[in-house]
Structures are given as C-alpha cells and as structure tokens.
C-alpha cells in the first residue's frame, strides 16, 4: 500500500466521433480477482479535465462503488506517504485506478478556399410612344443597375490524437493487478474537443475494466 501511496506523491507511476483503444495486460496473480470498490485518480491534464475524467469513469463503472480521488485526496496540499495510506484506507475501496496522459496533439490543416457569387440586377424605364402614320416613335429613358456579392470561406481540417497510460492496483499489497495503454483520436471540429476525448476515453476504460471481470 506505502507503494501506491509513494507513485501518487511523485507522479512518476503514469507521466505524463473520438474512438479509443486499449492495449493492457492483466498480472497472472490476479486472474480472478474482482475487485469491490474503487478509488480513480486522474492525472497529467488540466484541473476540470481531471474532474470529468474521474467523475465519468465512476458513472460507468457502476454498480461497482467508485468514488473520485480527488474527494479523498483533494488537491489542495501535499500529502505524506502514511496520510495517502490512511485516507486511501478510509475509501473503503480496494483498488486504485490511475489513468494518466502521457501526450496530446492537435493539428490543423488549410485545404483552400471555397468562393460563392450573387448578383442582383434591376432596370426601369419611362417615356411615350407616339405613331405617325404606320411608324411608332419611343421618347423616353431607360435606366438600369447591378450589383454583385462575393463570400469565400476557408475550409480546415481538424485532427487529434491522445495517449495515456493506465494502471489498476491492489490497494492492500500495492501491486500492479491491470496495466494498459490508451489511444484516442478524432477528426473534425465537433471530434477533436476535450468533451468528446474524455467521453471516448472513459467509456472504453469502463468496458475493458468490466469485460475483464476486474469490476462487477
């Protein structure tokens, strides 16, 4: 357990449509083991993406009991290695998730420039006619105007790829019971956000942790 407590201090456990990948591997001493509550600690990201990321994974491993580490270790002071072990303790939970982002890049593309056209045109006129025999005569003015508008608009294309570790403890021992990397990466505006990364992200660690049997 002191070793747990000592990765989370010095965060050097884990450094560092959106669809996800899970590559991870299960440690042969925990082959059946379920474990019965959780505590989830999300690191290497922003405050309010670490938030979401723990507040989801604990919405999707339901029923399994989960709370946020975040509301056992609330990050506004440094901890010691034996106040880590106490509070972790007092979870109730015997298992640790740690889910860490390691890198994330975005990029986009200019792939040119889309122009559209409108013209509007408008003409009048006035005057007589007058006949003079069989010949007609027009005395009058015509007038005439246009007017044209022109909109271009740039098209970019948007891409995102995320990496991140992740590891499942034994609270008791402090050993590696699940370990696993993740890849998400999503094209397109609506795609490349934070929302929909985490979204991915947390639904496909949810499954694996379940499909795995590691959660009820």
């Given amino acids: 357990m ?4 000592c990765l989370l201090i010095s965060a050097c456990l884990l450094s560092g449509c959106a669809t996800s990948k899970i590559t991870a591997f299960r440690d042969p001493a925990f082959a059946t083991k379920q474990f019965t509550a959780l505590v989830v600690f999300a690191q290497g990201m922003a405050l309010d993406a670490s938030v979401e990321v723990e507040r989801l994974i604990c919405e999707k ?9 975040k509301s056992v270790l609330p990050p506004t ?6 106040e880590v072990e106490k ?3 007092a979870s109730g939970a015997d298992a640790v998730l740690i889910i860490a982002l390691v890198a994330d890049q975005s990029d986009t593309r200019y792939f040119g420039t889309i122009t559209t056209s409108s ?4 003409a009048t006129a ?11 005569y027009w005395n009058g003015a015509a007038y005439g105007s246009a007017s044209g508008q022109s909109v271009s608009t740039p098209l970019y ?18 050993n590696v019971a699940w370990r696993g ?7 397109g505006l609506l795609n490349v956000t934070d929302s929909a990364f985490i979204s991915s992200a947390t639904s496909k660690i949810a499954h694996e942790l379940k499909a795995a049997g590691l959660v009820n």
């Fill in 126 to 136: 006035s005057g007589s006619m007058n006949f003079y025999g069989n010949t007609a």
């Fill in 61 to 69: 491993v339901a029923p399994t009991p989960c709370v946020s580490g």
């Fill in 157 to 174: 294309g948007y891409s995102r790829v995320a990496f991140g570790q992740l590891g499942l403890f034994d609270r008791l021992t402090g």
């Fill in 87 to 89: 509070y972790l303790q």
């Fill in 181 to 187: 990397e993740i890849r998400v990466q999503g094209n």
């Fill in 119 to 122: 013209t509007s045109a408008s």
């Fill in 2 to 5: 002191r070793r747990i407590a």
């Fill in 77 to 82: 002071r440094q901890y010691t290695a034996d």
